[in-house]
């Protein structure tokens, strides 16, 4: 995969986000425009093209970072239920009721969404350090 390829894919990715509303926290993986391994392989690409050229700031670091994450956490197998269950919890919420097994499912899925930001961000540290250290592509 070239870096060009590598940034349509992510382009047409970013497109298939959409407006789910306030009840939904995730989407069908039918929505996206290929399969998740080929869009995490895309991240790869073009964040190690971004660091050769010295073209990565900070915040196209963070973009690239929370993109490659919700690759895994906002699309799902099946919405359906963790939308159904999201709902539940805000209706309830809004009438002063606080599901605490919903707040602990929600932080397992918070850790997990960190764990692959964490992933993205030491591959781009690890190519940043290789470049700098080598000097080489």
């Given at each position: 995969?070239?870096?060009?390829?590598?940034?349509?894919?992510?382009?047409?990715?970013?497109?298939?986000?959409?407006?789910?509303?306030?009840?939904?926290?995730?989407?069908?993986?039918?929505?996206?425009?290929?399969?998740?391994?080929?869009?995490?392989?895309?991240?790869?690409?073009?964040?190690?093209?971004?660091?050769?050229?010295?073209l990565?700031?900070?915040?196209?670091?963070?973009?690239?970072?929370?993109?490659?994450?919700?690759?895994?956490?906002?699309?799902?197998?099946?919405?359906?239920?963790?939308?159904?269950?999201?709902?539940?919890?805000?209706?309830?919420?809004?009438?002063?009721?606080?599901?605490?097994?919903?707040?602990?499912?929600?932080?397992?899925?918070?850790?997990?969404?960190?764990?692959?930001?964490?992933?993205?961000?030491?591959?781009?540290?690890?190519c940043?350090?290789?470049?700098?250290?080598?000097?080489?592509?």
């Amino acid at each position: 995969m070239t870096p060009i390829e590598a940034e349509e894919i992510i382009n047409k990715y970013w497109k298939s986000y959409k407006d789910i509303g306030p009840y939904s926290i995730v989407q069908p993986i039918s929505d996206l425009p290929c399969s998740p391994g080929k869009i995490r392989y895309a991240h790869l690409v073009y964040g190690e093209e971004l660091i050769k050229r010295g073209l990565i700031p900070w915040g196209i670091s963070r973009k690239l970072s929370s993109s490659y994450q919700e690759i895994h956490s906002r699309f799902v197998d099946d919405p359906e239920s963790i939308n159904d269950q999201h709902k539940k919890y805000v209706e309830n919420l809004e009438k002063g009721v606080l599901d605490e097994s919903y707040q602990i499912l929600i932080l397992e899925r918070s850790k997990e969404y960190l764990t692959w930001e964490i992933e993205y961000n030491n591959f781009l540290a690890d190519c940043q350090g290789n470049y700098n250290l080598s000097g080489k592509e």
